[in-house]
Every structure is written in C-alpha cells, then in structure tokens.
C-alpha cells in the first residue's frame, strides 16, 4: 500500500470516530432533554393532583365550630354547638331540630275539616295534629332512661308506646325491687350460682322475678276470670293496661301511660319474664288468650287516622319494624329519629338508615329524617332535654307568668 492510500484509511478512520462520537453525544443530549421534559411533566402531575382548584361552597354552608370552655361550663350551650361540631354530634343536632319540628307540628291545631273516627277507643283517639309514635328496647327500661321514658308518659309528650316485653316487665319489676350497677366483667357462672341476673353492667336479683311472679299471677287469674264471664278480648296493649292500673305506681312508665289513655303495645308480649308467668299460668289455669291481631289493627289505624305523625326510635327489631310498618299504612311517617349503635352492612332493619324505610313508603319522600349511630342511655337523657323538657318547662314558665 502506498504513501496516499495509508493516509486515506487514517483520514476515514479518524471520520468515522468523530461521526460515532458526535452522534453518541447528540443521543446523550436528547436523553438529558427528555429526562428533564419527563421530570417537568411529573412535576406538573403532582402539582395539579395536589392543588386541584376548589369550587366555592354555597353561603349557608355551616362552618365547623366547638364549644369554647374560656364561655365557661354552660351545658345548654354546650349541646347547641353539636350541630356544628361535625360527625355523630352533628346528627345529635339533627335530631334536636327534627323533634322540635314533631312538636311544633303537634302544637298546631288539627285541621278544621279533620274527621274524628265516631266509635273508637278514648286512647286511640287522635288529640293532636302530630300523633308521635315513641319505641324503645327493653335495656332502655332496664337502665336509667326509664326515667326519662317516664316523663315523656308522665306530662303526655308522647301519643303512642311500642315496646318489647323486657321493656313491659322491667319498668313493673322496679316497682317491686330495685335493678343494681355492677361491672361487665363478672363472671357469668359465678353470678348463677348467687342466683344474680346480668344485664350488660347491671344486675337483678332473681328474686325481682319471684316477686314480680307473686304479682302478676292473681291479676292473670281475674284476667281469665274476665274472659270466661264477661268476654272480654285481652290483647297486649289491654294486659299492659291493667297492669299499669294495678301497680298504681308514679315511677311507672305504664301506670303514666294507662293514666293519660297512651296505648302501648307489645307485638312480643310473650318473651320475657311475663311470658314465663303466662306459661306457668297456662298451665295450672289454662284458657287465657292473648289477641295480637286486635292490637294490629289499633296501632295500624292509629296511624292511618293520624293528621301527621312523628316516629321516635330508641332501638331495633320488632319495636322499630311495628311502628315503620304502622306508618306505611299512611304511605310514611313526616318526621322521624332514629337512635341505635346498628349499622345498615348487615341488611338488618335494626341497622337500617331511614333512606331505606323511605324506599319502602315507611317515611315520607319530602321528609328530613335522622339516624343517631350512639349508645341511647348515653344519648337519649340529653336529646329529651334538648327538646320535650326543655318545651315542657319553658310552656310551665309561661303559664306562671
């Protein structure tokens, strides 16, 4: 090879890595390029996800707020700034304001071309132009909100009772003996043998039961007696009747119930303790008869004549169903509380939220109804004093003026 052609490869040669090197550079140049176009773009991601833009919220939107201690310990103040406090305090709100609308709507007068049934019972007769429907489970008679179940009776806040036999029986059985505060950890067997009953942190002596059974059975015997002699059809709401008349006692919620013509009812007259006494009773004495389809037709009626009716809900199962169900008669309830810890995940009605009861025509489509996810012997006391007794004593304050 000559002079010329060794200089030519060299030349090539040295071409060729100034063109691979050139383009290796421009290859690296546009990687940095688009890294750092990937990286502004991410970057624009983040920002945008984390700052989306805000719509302004309507004006009377309601603005989170808390009682402020430095006003000092004013309970009444207190409860009225749940409305704003958020979460279940909120719904206690609620329930203060839907109740105040029960009752104002009670306090009106019924409509002038309102018809008045010509035959019906002095307790089924509609007095007011809300008929409010108040239920509640038997721990509710069991504990301390008996009391607060006893005033509504007591000064005729309410129209109409729905309970569960343990709601009947327990309210009876402490006018005879008392229900004590115990602890949730005691030991169920140990309990047994000192023939105690446990109810949740409460106890009741077994001999509460005996006392109750050496009550109750002489007035099941003129029952009977009553039937056979005179054909009178007991039902539920007719024996607890009775029973609140007999006991004549003014702790009783049904004493105040058979004394103010409210009707209570109990679907499930039968499981409970008084249960028990009409199983004993059937069978030294059998023949007495309990007709539930005669209270059916009263509670459901009831509804159905109703101007108005409000539905206050301490509970689930039957008690909510019996008095949801009566509503329906009247294609819903206006205005009603619900107060149970159940949630709806279960399909429960227990659990149920009241949109459901609206679905079935058990609530009203133009209604407001609320639901309270709270224990009610926590909750309860504090709603009836935010609104019945706060009524109550402020119409007493009137009137002395």
């Known amino acids: 090879m ?4 060794a200089v030519e490869l060299n030349n090539s040669s040295t071409m060729k890595r100034n063109s691979e090197g050139s383009v290796k550079e421009n290859s690296v140049m546009e990687s940095k390029d688009l890294a750092g176009q990937s990286a502004t773009s991410q970057g624009d991601i983040a920002r945008d996800a984390v700052f989306v833009q805000s719509q302004v919220l309507p004006a009377h939107t309601p603005i989170v707020k808390g009682y402020d201690f430095n006003e000092g310990v004013n309970y009444p103040n207190l409860l009225a700034s749940y409305a704003i406090s958020g979460f279940q305090a909120t719904s206690f709100g609620l329930a203060v304001e839907e109740i105040n609308k029960m009752m104002d709507c009670r306090e009106k007068p019924l409509p002038a071309n309102f018809c008045q049934a010509i035959e019906v019972e002095d307790n089924l007769r509609i007095r007011n132009n809300c008929t409010i429907f108040l239920g509640y489970t038997s721990n509710m008679a069991s504990c301390g909100v008996r009391d607060t179940i006893r005033f509504l009776a007591e000064h ?10 343990g709601g009947i029986e327990e309210d009876l059985i402490k ?5 004590y505060v115990g602890d949730w950890q005691l030991i169920g067997a140990e309990l047994r043998k000192k023939g105690i009953n446990r109810i949740g942190n409460l106890l009741v002596p077994n001999d509460n039961y005996c006392k109750f ?9 003129q029952m009977l007696h009553e039937q056979k002699e005179s054909g009178v059809v ?3 709401s007719r024996v607890i009747a009775r029973l609140g008349r007999e006991m004549n006692d003014k702790s009783c919620i049904a004493y105040w119930a058979w004394k103010h013509n409210i009707p209570v009812f109990s679907p499930a007259l039968t499981d409970g303790s008084i249960g028990d006494m009409m199983y004993f009773h059937s069978i030294s004495k059998p023949g007495l008869v309990l007709d539930i389809i005669s209270d059916l037709r009263r509670l459901n ?11 206050l809900i301490v509970g689930g199962g039957v008690v909510k169903h019996h008095i949801c169900n009566a509503n329906l008669m009247r294609n819903g309830a206006n205005f009603s509380v619900f107060l149970n810890t159940a949630s709806e995940w279960d399909g429960s009605d227990s659990g149920a939220r009241p949109d459901e ?24 006391p504090l709603l ?10 402020a119409r007493q304050q009137q009137q002395q003026e």
């Open 2 to 5: 000559g002079e010329n052609s």
């Open 156 to 165: 005729r806040l309410i129209d109409c009772i729905v309970s569960t036999a």
């Open 175 to 179: 006018c005879l003996a008392p229900t």
């Open 213 to 221: 059974e050496d009550w109750v059975m002489p007035l099941l015997d």
């Open 234 to 236: 007991w039902s539920p």
């Open 301 to 311: 009626d009831l509804a159905k004549r109703s101007a108005n009716t409000g539905m």
């Open 357 to 380: 009861a609206v679905s079935w025509g058990k609530i009203r489509t133009d209604a407001r109804p609320v639901k309270i996810y709270g224990e009610a012997s926590f909750v309860f």
């Open 384 to 393: 009836v004093g935010e609104t019945f007794a706060k009524r109550h004593y």
